[in-house]
């Protein structure tokens, strides 16, 4: 890490993480880079508040003079970047962090959609509330060949037909687990636990012909009443459809820091194993050399388009006009009208008009469709937050008081960036 920036200091040059190209941020006055102590004590005092609004609202008069559209082409972006200040990130699985907290964000997180609960990415949740939607949801969520849910499917609803064409007779109610029809079962997770939720039971029997016991699933005998509700079910089972866990942007506040252009982000961030995470990391100097080099519009956006899919999520920070900054974690293919509603949503009057400026000076705009990862803000960027300049004069004017920012809740749990 120490010869990363000694080669920093020496070129005057800051490549960002991502793919070829620099993050940048155009209304700091400063780097933000790692400072040295002595620095540190000189940036102790942040500006009033008073000066923060003026900035705030003389940037918005300037950008809305100018209005530069979002750009894709890696070179537009890199020569807008060229005098700006980088966003530094880390990948997590590439640094020898042995503390989670050191991490920007610890990771990936879900919510479920059926118990409300928080998932990591790897987690699967074990339903408990209804037993038979539940199972219904394991076995077209968890799942992924269309074929085999298919096919349990339609072995389930065999088993159900059997039994009530035939309530009577014991051995439609029996299930052999080594027999080669449940094999299929077997392997679509969710399957047992919906027959468990009709009343199946594991036994333990005996095999003619064998001296040790197999386990059977068996269901007791049923009621007119039962045999109607297990038909209901199995109707459930057949109109069954997956559910998708929702991201959980995993909001968080921070104080003013110099350290908001730095990311250290988990390898769930990235499509990409971490050999291939090095290797392309060693690739990183060909494909500034690629850059500079006379291509067709073309052929760059195929590349930015091989570049986009290297990232999963991405982790956007924005600086609010007070110095303190929110996070959240977004889809690298989530629109910029998305952006725009988690930061309404963190704010107290988030009614109010407002802008966001993306490194390299970019206007971001709330009603254009366009992915994150086309904005190149993967797989982390800081945006900066301004109140619309023509609202705040009109507020003042009428002699209202500056909008508060970021909700209670938030400033409850604020936090300081290591």
């Given at each position: 890490?120490k010869?990363?920036?000694?080669?920093?200091?020496?070129?005057?040059?800051?490549?960002?993480?991502?793919?070829?190209?620099?993050?940048?941020?155009?209304?700091?006055?400063?780097?933000?880079?790692?400072?040295?102590?002595?620095?540190?004590?000189?940036?102790?005092?942040?500006?009033?508040?008073?000066?923060?609004?003026?900035?705030?609202?003389?940037?918005?008069?300037?950008?809305?003079?100018?209005?530069?559209?979002?750009?894709?082409?890696?070179?537009a972006?890199?020569?807008?970047?060229?005098?700006?200040n980088?966003?530094?990130?880390?990948?997590?699985?590439?640094?020898?962090?042995?503390?989670?907290?050191?991490?920007?964000?610890?990771?990936?997180?879900?919510?479920?959609?059926?118990?409300?609960?928080?998932?990591?990415?790897?987690?699967?949740?074990?339903?408990?509330?209804?037993?038979?939607?539940?199972?219904?949801?394991?076995?077209?969520?968890?799942?992924?060949?269309?074929?085999?849910?298919?096919?349990?499917?339609?072995?389930?609803?065999?088993?159900?037909?059997?039994?009530?064409?035939?309530?009577?007779?014991?051995?439609?109610?029996?299930?052999?687990?080594?027999?080669?029809?449940?094999?299929?079962?077997r392997?679509?997770?969710?399957?047992?636990?919906?027959?468990?939720?009709?009343?199946?039971?594991?036994?333990?029997?005996?095999?003619?012909?064998?001296?040790?016991?197999?386990?059977?699933?068996?269901?007791?005998?049923?009621?007119?009443?039962?045999?109607?509700?297990?038909?209901?079910?199995?109707?459930?089972?057949?109109?069954?459809?997956?559910?998708?866990?929702?991201?959980d942007?995993?909001?968080?506040?921070?104080r003013?820091?110099?350290?908001?252009?730095?990311?250290?982000?988990?390898?769930?961030?990235?499509?990409?194993?971490?050999?291939?995470?090095?290797?392309?990391?060693?690739?990183?100097?060909?494909?500034?050399?690629?850059?500079a080099?006379?291509?067709?519009?073309?052929?760059?956006?195929?590349?930015?388009?091989?570049?986009?899919?290297?990232?999963?999520?991405?982790?956007?920070?924005?600086?609010?006009?007070?110095?303190?900054?929110?996070?959240?974690?977004?889809?690298?293919?989530?629109?910029?009208?998305?952006?725009?509603?988690?930061?309404?949503?963190s704010?107290?009057?988030?009614?109010?008009?407002?802008?966001?400026?993306?490194?390299?000076?970019?206007?971001?705009?709330?009603?254009?469709?366009?992915?994150?990862?086309?904005?190149?803000?993967?797989?982390?960027?800081?945006?900066?937050?301004?109140?619309?300049?023509?609202?705040?004069?009109?507020?003042?004017?009428?002699?209202?008081?500056?909008?508060?920012?970021?909700?209670?809740?938030?400033?409850?749990?604020?936090?300081?960036?290591?």
């Amino acid at each position: 890490m120490k010869k990363f920036f000694d080669d920093i200091k020496k070129d005057m040059k800051f490549k960002s993480a991502g793919p070829g190209k620099k993050l940048t941020e155009e209304t700091s006055a400063k780097p933000e880079v790692v400072q040295s102590s002595s620095n540190a004590k000189q940036n102790r005092h942040a500006p009033s508040e008073g000066a923060q609004r003026a900035g705030a609202a003389a940037l918005a008069r300037i950008e809305h003079q100018q209005k530069p559209r979002v750009h894709t082409s890696q070179d537009a972006i890199r020569n807008q970047g060229e005098t700006q200040n980088p966003v530094l990130f880390t990948v997590g699985s590439k640094v020898p962090v042995r503390d989670p907290a050191c991490l920007s964000v610890s990771g990936v997180y879900f919510t479920c959609p059926l118990t409300g609960a928080t998932l990591t990415k790897s987690e699967r949740e074990r339903f408990e509330e209804d037993a038979i939607e539940a199972s219904v949801m394991m076995i077209y969520t968890f799942n992924k060949d269309r074929e085999k849910v298919k096919a349990a499917v339609d072995i389930i609803s065999k088993y159900v037909e059997n039994i009530c064409k035939n309530p009577t007779e014991e051995k439609y109610r029996k299930i052999k687990l080594s027999n080669k029809v449940f094999q299929v079962l077997r392997s679509a997770e969710g399957s047992r636990e919906f027959l468990q939720a009709l009343g199946f039971i594991s036994v333990m029997l005996p095999v003619e012909g064998q001296e040790e016991e197999e386990e059977f699933l068996v269901l007791p005998e049923q009621s007119p009443d039962a045999l109607e509700l297990m038909k209901e079910r199995r109707d459930r089972l057949q109109r069954g459809e997956p559910v998708r866990a929702q991201l959980d942007r995993q909001p968080q506040a921070f104080r003013p820091s110099p350290n908001a252009q730095r990311f250290e982000l988990p390898q769930e961030f990235y499509n990409l194993s971490a050999e291939e995470l090095k290797r392309e990391q060693q690739q990183r100097s060909d494909l500034v050399e690629k850059n500079a080099m006379l291509r067709t519009k073309a052929m760059r956006e195929r590349e930015e388009q091989r570049e986009r899919r290297k990232y999963n999520y991405t982790l956007l920070r924005v600086r609010l006009p007070d110095g303190n900054l929110l996070q959240g974690t977004f889809y690298a293919w989530d629109r910029l009208p998305v952006v725009f509603g988690f930061v309404r949503e963190s704010l107290v009057d988030g009614w109010q008009p407002f802008e966001l400026v993306a490194p390299g000076g970019q206007k971001l705009q709330e009603d254009e469709e366009v992915a994150l990862a086309e904005c190149n803000l993967v797989p982390a960027a800081l945006l900066t937050f301004a109140w619309d300049a023509a609202v705040q004069a009109d507020i003042a004017a009428a002699g209202g008081k500056s909008p508060a920012l970021l909700k209670p809740e938030l400033l409850e749990t604020i936090r300081t960036l290591s």
